[in-house]
């Protein structure tokens, strides 16, 4: 592969999609704040670089999967940032769950700096990090789009351009109002089927391919029951994603009822410790 693809942000879903691109044989730069988190990447073959402004100045496209919108502001417009030292005609590609107002920011700098940007949020969670099974949902040029394409093959399979800089970011928004939603109603369902006396894994088995299937139910429902509440999407991220959306939902003079209530719910979760856990430990409140 002709392209030298710069990773920052090593996380949870981050080290397997780099590790998809180094599969694919493309050159692949890393740098997170947790050196630590690279090891198996460098191990693989990848290059670990001491900051971002090296990592900036040698790849062609440069990824980043990242925490929160403050973070991401800081990782690209800092002095030290990356388009402070991107190359010339080089695309930067935000997969961070960010706000929309941000991913037009960058695009616009971007091309200031003769380059584009997109942003491109995923879902899918761990799971389909780890299978190459993510949704992408891409903002921004379409011939920037056109040009990566074959990169975000090796990380998902249902990608999508949207529209003009920020439209991956509100279709993301659209995604998280729709999985609030989902896992209220699984945390709610397995909470009644054990109240009433069933089987839980009967009752999951039954429901998950009829009418009220859902992708949360069919992935997450399985870890409340075992109890496995280790995050492969963190319950602090969610909070975060459910802000975003609530604070454009308002800027739109547009309401979500529904999203302010399942937000409720995870800030109960986060008052008994539970930040860091995943999302799945909704269940805990029934």
């Given at each position: 592969?002709?392209?030298?693809v710069?990773?920052?942000?090593?996380?949870?879903?981050?080290?397997?999609?780099?590790?998809?691109?180094?599969?694919?044989g493309?050159?692949?730069?890393?740098?997170?704040r947790?050196?630590?988190k690279?090891?198996?990447?460098?191990?693989?073959?990848?290059?670990?670089?001491?900051?971002?402004?090296?990592?900036?100045?040698?790849a062609?496209v440069?990824i980043?999967?990242?925490?929160?919108?403050?973070?991401?502001?800081d990782?690209?417009?800092?002095?030290?940032?990356?388009?402070a030292?991107m190359?010339k005609d080089?695309?930067?590609?935000?997969?961070?769950?960010?706000?929309?107002?941000?991913?037009?920011?960058?695009?616009a700098?971007?091309k200031?700096?003769?380059?584009a940007?997109?942003?491109?949020?995923v879902?899918?969670?761990?799971?389909?990090?780890r299978?190459?099974?993510?949704?992408?949902?891409?903002?921004?040029?379409?011939?920037a789009?056109?040009q990566?394409?074959?990169?975000?093959?090796?990380?998902?399979?249902?990608?999508?351009?949207?529209?003009?800089?920020?439209s991956?970011?509100?279709?993301k928004?659209?995604?998280?109002?729709?999985?609030a939603?989902?896992?209220i109603?699984?945390a709610?369902?397995?909470?009644?089927?054990?109240?009433?006396?069933?089987d839980?894994?009967?009752?999951?088995?039954?429901?998950?391919?009829?009418?009220?299937?859902?992708?949360t139910?069919?992935?997450?429902?399985?870890?409340?029951?075992?109890?496995?509440f280790a995050?492969?999407?963190?319950v602090?991220?969610?909070i975060?994603?459910?802000?975003?959306?609530i604070?454009e939902?308002?800027?739109?003079?547009e309401?979500l009822?529904?999203?302010e209530?399942?937000?409720?719910?995870?800030?109960?979760l986060?008052?008994?410790?539970?930040?860091n856990?995943?999302?799945?430990?909704i269940?805990?409140?029934?």
């Amino acid at each position: 592969m002709s392209q030298t693809v710069g990773f920052i942000g090593i996380g949870v879903m981050g080290k397997s999609m780099a590790k998809h691109i180094l599969d694919a044989g493309y050159p692949v730069l890393v740098y997170t704040r947790t050196k630590a988190k690279a090891d198996d990447l460098v191990a693989s073959g990848a290059t670990w670089k001491d900051s971002v402004q090296e990592l900036a100045s040698e790849a062609d496209v440069v990824i980043t999967m990242i925490g929160y919108p403050k973070d991401v502001e800081d990782v690209y417009f800092s002095e030290n940032g990356l388009l402070a030292h991107m190359k010339k005609d080089a695309t930067l590609i935000d997969m961070t769950t960010s706000k929309p107002s941000l991913a037009k920011k960058i695009a616009a700098a971007a091309k200031e700096k003769s380059g584009a940007a997109l942003d491109a949020p995923v879902s899918g969670g761990d799971v389909g990090a780890r299978n190459g099974k993510l949704v992408i949902m891409v903002g921004g040029d379409e011939d920037a789009y056109e040009q990566c394409l074959p990169l975000f093959e090796t990380m998902g399979e249902n990608i999508q351009h949207l529209g003009p800089a920020g439209s991956g970011q509100h279709t993301k928004m659209c995604n998280q109002i729709a999985v609030a939603a989902s896992m209220i109603g699984a945390a709610e369902a397995m909470g009644y089927a054990k109240e009433a006396g069933l089987d839980q894994e009967k009752v999951l088995k039954s429901i998950s391919t009829g009418a009220g299937g859902s992708w949360t139910l069919q992935n997450l429902a399985p870890r409340m029951l075992k109890e496995d509440f280790a995050p492969g999407f963190y319950v602090k991220h969610f909070i975060k994603d459910m802000e975003i959306a609530i604070e454009e939902s308002e800027q739109m003079k547009e309401g979500l009822p529904g999203v302010e209530l399942v937000k409720s719910l995870y800030d109960k979760l986060v008052e008994q410790g539970e930040e860091n856990s995943g999302t799945q430990s909704i269940y805990k409140l029934w």
